[in-house]
């Protein structure tokens, strides 16, 4: 069964620390996976995507891995800021099917002064 | 460009009511997604268009749901009647092609049933 699965579910740091956020998935025969940030009341916004032969890409302070072997991926947030504050979903694209978008429940991240 | 632009942003209604959710897409995108948010289920694709033609409805719930695509760029989403189960944020997404390149993400319409 294609799952994605994120953990944590929730998370709070303190401004200017760093966090990792984890994405393991069984998403088979799989093409891409992205990160998707989604602010309070507004749609998700594409951090990062990554093929099959791709093992780290970055966005500016968000720095996605992906390891294929193990199926898992992780994004890390240096230096957080309160903007950081929202949710973090990672979704995995199959390669065959109308429907082979897989969607992680999200990361709730909460950045404190 | 507008991005891709979603109306109402919140609607509360009646159960039973007749509810319209409209999307406009990115200029020369040619493929839309209709998806729903929950807190318990994430986001659910609903159905999917490729050049106005619906290529995958399965994740429509039931009857109730239906989805149009009167042409390139607009679709709407029809809940009737709605019930209280229904509520959640609706989003739609448009892309070029399967969405190899990325999609755009409306911001939601929040619709409350009660």
Redesign the interface.
């Known amino acids: 069964k294609n799952q994605v699965e994120q953990s944590p579910q929730s998370l709070i740091i303190l401004e200017g620390k760093n966090c990792t956020l984890q994405c393991n998935y069984t998403v088979s025969p799989f093409s891409?996976l992205?990160w998707y940030k989604q602010d309070t009341?507004?749609?998700?916004?594409?951090l990062t995507?990554m093929t099959f032969s791709e093992n780290t890409k970055s966005n500016g302070r968000y720095t996605a891995t992906l390891d294929a072997d193990t199926k898992q991926s992780s994004l890390h947030i240096t230096a957080s800021q309160l903007s950081d504050s929202a949710s973090y979903?990672c979704v995995v694209?199959a390669l065959t099917g109308?429907?082979?978008?897989f969607?992680?429940?999200?990361t709730r991240l909460t950045v404190i002064p | 460009d507008a991005g891709?632009i979603q109306s109402p942003r919140h609607e509360v209604t009646e159960m039973g009511q007749e509810v319209t959710l409209r999307c406009k897409l990115i200029s020369g995108h040619n493929s839309l997604f209709w998806y729903r948010q929950t807190m318990m289920?994430?986001?659910?694709?609903l159905i999917?268009f490729n050049n106005n033609v619906p290529?995958?409805d399965?994740?429509m719930p039931e009857d109730r749901f239906s989805a149009k695509m009167p042409n390139a760029s607009f679709s709407t989403l029809k809940i009737q009647p709605s019930e209280p189960r229904d509520s959640a944020v609706y989003?739609c997404?448009s892309s070029l092609e399967?969405?190899?390149y990325?999609?755009t993400?409306?911001?939601?319409t929040?619709l409350t049933v009660v």
């Open positions: 891409n992205r009341g507004r749609g998700p916004v594409s995507i979903i694209s109308a429907n082979n978008l969607f992680g429940t999200g | 891709v289920r994430g986001l659910e694709l999917y290529i995958d399965s994740g989003f997404a399967d969405g190899a990325g999609y993400f409306g911001s939601g929040r």
